[in-house]
């Protein structure tokens, strides 16, 4: 497993933006599939981004267009710009990792061996 910090995240106005960034330990980094999912209250853990060690994304519908992930595998970190946000991007965003080397992309949880503790973002009309 991989420990994760994100940090990043707050309360933006409708419209405006966000980046929230996924600090990873591990000196095999660049070989981890990343993502990002997010919990809303009353809701289940959904897919939002994810990104494979060779850098191919996937995003969930809801955030085509809106959001971008990426990668530094220099310095063991992953992001996610948010724009253009609306009220219905409100939750906890968790940032995930894959730790078995040069793994498939997942949109499920259950493809993450590693887990940080979330940050709250919080899109306000």
């Known amino acids: 497993q991989v420990q994760l910090v994100e940090s990043g995240g707050g309360v933006v106005q409708a419209g405006g933006s966000l980046r929230l960034s996924c600090a990873a330990s591990?000196?095999?980094?660049?070989?981890?599939?990343m993502g990002w999912f997010r919990q809303a209250p009353g809701k289940e853990r959904e897919f939002v981004s994810s990104?494979?060690?060779?850098?191919?994304?996937r995003y969930a519908e809801s955030v085509k267009g809106r959001f971008t992930i990426s990668r530094d595998n220099a310095k063991n970190m992953v992001f996610l710009q948010m724009s253009s946000l609306k009220p219905e991007d409100t939750a906890v965003y968790y940032c995930?990792?894959?730790?078995?080397?040069?793994?498939?992309?997942?949109?499920?949880?259950?493809?993450?061996?590693?887990w940080g503790q979330g940050t709250q973002v919080t899109v306000s009309t």
């Open positions: 591990g000196r095999t980094f660049s070989s981890y599939v």
């Open positions: 990104i494979s060690w060779n850098g191919s994304t």
């Open positions: 995930a990792g894959n730790s078995r080397p040069l793994s498939s992309l997942s949109l499920s949880p259950v493809g993450y061996d590693s």
